[in-house]
């Protein structure tokens, strides 16, 4: 019986065809949605899993989104199972620390940096409600709708953390006295 | 600059574009006339610069992706493909 063994050929076609060219892309905005390398690799694998499974009933249309789609389930799935903590809101949250209850601000961090050092850190002193919204446009090339798809909130509230986030990274660098340099660093 | 011409953007209209222009998520007609301004506005085509600037170190700062971590997670796939999972 081991012809049952093996999956169909346009199975396998089907995965590789429309799952595997889209691994970087996974991987990226896995990362974004998770804590560290291990957390993102595990949730492409559980991604890949349930694509792999899914694949056969997949009309071949849009193989991005349907991968996106998969693995935002599947996030959530992996944040009930670990933990409820869902009653922050991040923009609230934000806001206080916008008006300076951070005393760990990125300018303790940076000093006498370039200009690409200084935005990575203060890219990393946001929170990261607003980080990962970075993330996924800048970095993993979504749009605005796609990452309010990801994200399960409106585009509106993804443009509003995603230009928040951006002028606080831009007004670090005006702390700095970096942004006179335009773009030549 | 201030739009003399109605149809033209306030230097206000066009920081508070500005972000979704350089995301590509402005439509054509928009587009055409934050380029329009922008060409002739220095003070918000500096802002554009900026903003442009942090996009691009973003990218560059944490794109990469460890290829040992690629290669595995390509394994996973192949395997999962070929039904060895």
Redesign the interface.
């Known amino acids: 019986m081991v012809l049952l063994m093996t999956p169909a050929t346009d199975t396998t076609a089907a995965f590789e065809q429309y799952v595997l060219p889209e691994l970087d892309l996974l991987y990226r905005t896995a990362r974004s949605l998770t804590h560290g390398d291990a957390d993102a690799q595990d949730l492409v694998q559980e991604t890949l899993l349930r694509a792999y499974r899914a694949i056969d009933r997949f009309d071949g249309r849009y193989p991005r989104a349907w991968l996106l789609t998969i693995m935002r389930n599947a996030n959530i799935n992996r944040a009930r199972k670990r933990q409820p903590d869902l009653l922050a809101d991040p923009d609230l949250t934000f806001e206080r620390s916008a008006r300076g209850a951070d005393n760990d601000g990125p300018e303790d961090l940076v000093v006498g940096a370039t200009f690409d050092a200084t935005v990575e850190a203060a890219f990393d002193a946001l929170p990261e409600k607003f980080r990962e919204v970075v993330e996924l446009v800048d970095l993993n090339g979504l749009s605005y709708q796609e990452t309010a798809d990801m994200l399960d909130v409106p585009v509106g509230t993804v443009m509003s953390r995603l230009h928040r986030a951006r002028k606080r990274i831009r007004d670090h660098i005006a702390e700095v006295g970096l942004d006179a340099l335009g773009g030549d660093h | 600059m201030s739009g003399s011409d109605p149809r033209d953007l306030s230097c206000e209209e066009v920081l508070l574009s500005l ?2 222009y350089l ?1 590509g ?1 402005t439509g054509a007609g928009e587009a055409r006339q934050m380029v329009g301004h922008l060409d002739l506005c220095p003070d918000c085509d ?1 802002e554009r ?7 691009r ?7 990469s ?2 290829p040992d ?2 290669a ?3 394994a ?3 395997r ?4 060895d ?1």
């Not at chain 2, 610069?49 to 996009?55: C, G, M, V």
């Not at chain 2, 170190?57 to 794109?63: D, E, F």
């Not at chain 2, 999962?80 to 039904?83: D, K, M, P, V, Y």
């Open positions: 972000q979704s995301d998520e500096h610069q900026i903003y442009a600037d942090i996009k170190a973003l990218i560059s700062c944490r794109a992706i460890d971590v690629k595995a997670l390509l996973y796939g192949q999962l493909a070929h039904g999972i």
